[in-house]
């Protein structure tokens, strides 16, 4: 599964990261980024991610 994080939503939280780092990643500016795809691994781990954003920049692609 592919996911997008719309950047002006972001508040670099970190929450994303913390769930599931192997597919969120905080960038130098702070803000996170999708960096790969989720894999049979840690899709529930995503998914859970995208669902716990406080802003609900998280979405799939
Ligand atoms: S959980 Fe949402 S607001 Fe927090 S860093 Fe991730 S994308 Fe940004």
């Known amino acids: 599964m592919k996911y997008a994080v ?3 939503a972001c508040i670099g ?3 994303c ?3 599931c780092s192997e597919v969120f990643a905080i ?3 702070g ?3 999708a960096v790969k795809g989720s ?3 840690n899709d529930l781990a995503a998914s859970e991610a ?3 954003c406080p802003v609900g920049a998280i979405s799939q692609e």
């Open 31 to 33: 803000k996170a980024q």
């Open 6 to 8: 719309d950047q002006d």
């Open 50 to 52: 995208m669902a716990s």
């Open 13 to 15: 939280c970190g929450m």
């Open 17 to 19: 990261e913390a769930l």
């Open 39 to 41: 894999t049979s691994d």
């Open 27 to 29: 960038g130098l500016d």
